[in-house]
């Protein structure tokens, strides 16, 4: 009896797991088929004719690979920002003592809650008047910072014993010097964790991109890819190059994860021993 309870377990683990990845696999199927043969049989997995004319038109007749440098570029100094800002705001929050230290980390928390659109607007407004509009500045400066971020590195500094800090404080240190060189090496599993939440976030950013730019040449692969869906290529349903290019999208998300998934908040990691 129990045998066959884990086996239909199993069974519907399976299953469950057929419905997520059946769409990625008709994904990469499709990339490779002839426009004739994705239109008349979408979702079969064995192409016809394999075809790599949907690559061949991304790399060669699109503004593909310009796409793909933009978001390489945002992703990376969005990234180095926000783990560099976000430790600083969360070492802050969690061993600084200062006025409206409390009402500070509720507005933080609050902005969680705020819906991304509801700010689009306001940020559209704040920066076409600082002048940041259709430049790499208006694209990464104003994600260098994120609510949740501050709020996972404040939430692992407090799990740091005061101790460690107390002894580096008492050899003469300086605040600073005891963040950098003490607690942030060993907040190494929240780091890890916010550096992937920031590849997946920034590189997958739409909403921001559409109101901090209008000019083709700093066009990101979201908002490129998003052109494509539209058919700004040609006629048809082009279901071979939309794919594609969703799918050269999706690979450095997809192995930036498979590489640091033991990492994500690993509590063993920088364990202190007292």
Excluded: C
Excluded at 102 to 109: D, E, K, T
Excluded at 138 to 164: N, Q, R, T, W, Y
Excluded at 187 to 196: E, M, Q, S
């Amino acid at each position: 009896m129990r045998v066959a309870g884990r086996i239909l377990l199993y069974a519907a683990l399976v299953a469950i797991a057929l419905v997520y990845i059946y769409p990625f696999l008709v994904q990469v199927s499709t990339s490779f088929k002839t426009e004739a043969d994705a239109a008349n049989d979408p979702i079969s997995l064995l192409p016809q004719t394999w075809s790599i004319a949907a690559y061949r038109t991304l790399f060669a007749n699109s503004d593909y690979p310009r796409w793909f440098m933009n978001s390489v570029i945002v992703t990376v100094f969005v990234t180095l920002g926000r783990v560099f800002f976000s430790s600083l705001a969360g070492y802050a929050l969690a061993r600084l003592h200062f006025r409206g230290r409390g009402i500070l980390f509720a507005g933080i928390v609050a902005v969680m809650a705020v819906p991304g659109v509801v700010l689009l607007i306001p940020k559209f407004l704040v920066i076409n008047q600082l002048g940041m509009y259709n430049s790499y500045v208006g694209m990464i400066l104003p994600l260098m910072v994120d609510a949740g971020s501050v709020f996972i590195m404040k939430g692992f500094f407090e799990s740091i014993p005061v101790s460690v800090e107390e002894q580096a404080r008492v050899d003469g240190a300086g605040a600073f010097r005891i963040f950098w060189s003490i607690v942030l090496p060993m907040a190494r599993p929240a780091l890890i964790t916010i550096l992937i939440l920031s590849i997946q976030g920034s590189w997958n950013e739409l909403a921001h991109f559409i109101v901090s730019t209008s000019d083709p040449n700093l066009m990101t692969l979201t908002k490129g890819v998003a052109s494509l869906a539209a058919g700004t290529l040609g006629s048809g349903t082009q279901y071979p190059l939309k794919l594609g290019a969703a799918l050269i999208m999706t690979i450095p998300i997809a192995v930036v994860f498979f590489v640091f998934q033991r990492k994500i908040m690993n509590s063993s990691e920088g364990a202190v021993k007292e």
